[in-house]
């Protein structure tokens, strides 16, 4: 029976500023409008983060029943190791996925019923991306359905929950925010080509292979701040996004100097942490400098 600390792990808590960064750069985004509400952010913040610990152990119960991760490099997989039951796994994946759709429905009613169309999509794209017969992530599409999902739709969902309109600001933040969190899958598929290959796990990175993941990595990176440019328009303290430079120069590190398995990980950690930089100097540029 896995003990709490590797039920802790399980679920991938270094993923968890893909949760965190949409939600700060979405209320920064509704504040710009002057339409941010405190209590609707928590809410918000409350769906992103039991959706990604949902796809999360989703993940390792869909992964681990393949057998996809007998071989893998990097943090514990529950069912993989063999520490929890897959049964166990799908359950804490289902309970958290169903926490995230009760508040999710809460805001949906608090702001346009259509949201409750948006959040099942979510929903079916959180479980099929490892799950069902044919689950598309081993078809090379999770890059693009993370850039949908925990970009577009958590940065302008957000913004919309709260100010009951979505702006340019919003998608360009939108934009940054998603190709943050595709750079962060993108390392983490370059660094199981190996394994994802020998399983028959077709993810983007093994289409593409180690050269133009890399260069993919790098180009995912610079996009945020390319939309650090384009906010200038709404107000020039959007340039204190550039402060989150540094942090995405580190992230890049180990993937352009070739490094692999488990020296990839601080790519996944700083990218991650680049995000988080860049939405927090970001949103607060736009809420109280526009």
């Known amino acids: 029976m896995a003990t709490a600390a590797q039920w802790i792990e399980g679920a991938r808590p270094r993923t968890l500023p893909n949760a965190i960064a949409p939600v700060l750069a979405g209320t920064g985004a509704a504040a710009a409008i002057d339409g941010a509400v405190w209590w609707k952010a928590l809410l918000a913040l409350g769906v992103s983060m039991a959706l990604i610990i ?25 069912v993989g190791s063999g520490v929890a039951t897959p049964a166990a796994v799908r359950g804490a994946a289902v309970a958290s996925l169903a926490l995230g759709a009760v508040l999710g429905l809460v805001l949906a009613v608090l702001s346009a019923w259509w949201l409750i169309l948006i959040g099942a999509v979510c929903l079916a794209g959180a479980w099929f991306y490892t799950g069902g017969s044919t689950p598309y992530g081993y078809r090379g599409f999770g890059e693009i359905a993370v850039f949908v999902f925990f970009g577009l ?77 384009v906010l200038v328009a709404r107000t020039p303290w959007a340039l204190a996004g550039l402060l989150a430079i540094p942090l995405a120069i580190r992230a890049n590190a180990p993937v352009r100097t070739g490094k692999g398995g488990l020296e990839l990980i601080p790519a996944l950690r700083d990218s991650g942490l680049a995000m988080l930089a860049w939405s927090v100097l970001s949103a607060l540029a736009l809420g109280f400098g526009a």
Request: proline share 3%.
């Open 153 to 229: 739709v958590a940065v302008l969902g957000t913004q919309f929950v709260q100010a009951e309109r979505i702006d340019w600001a919003g998608v360009a933040l939108a934009v940054g925010v998603g190709a943050f969190s595709s750079a962060v899958l993108v390392a983490n598929n370059l660094r199981d080509i190996p394994t994802d290959t020998e399983t028959g796990k077709t993810t983007l990175a093994v289409k593409l292979g180690d050269t133009r993941t890399r260069t993919l990595h790098l180009a995912l990176l610079a996009a945020p701040f390319v939309m650090t440019l």
């Open 54 to 78: 949902g796809v999360n152990f989703a993940n390792d119960y869909s992964d681990g029943i393949r057998g996809t991760d007998d071989e893998r490099v990097g943090p514990l997989r529950l």
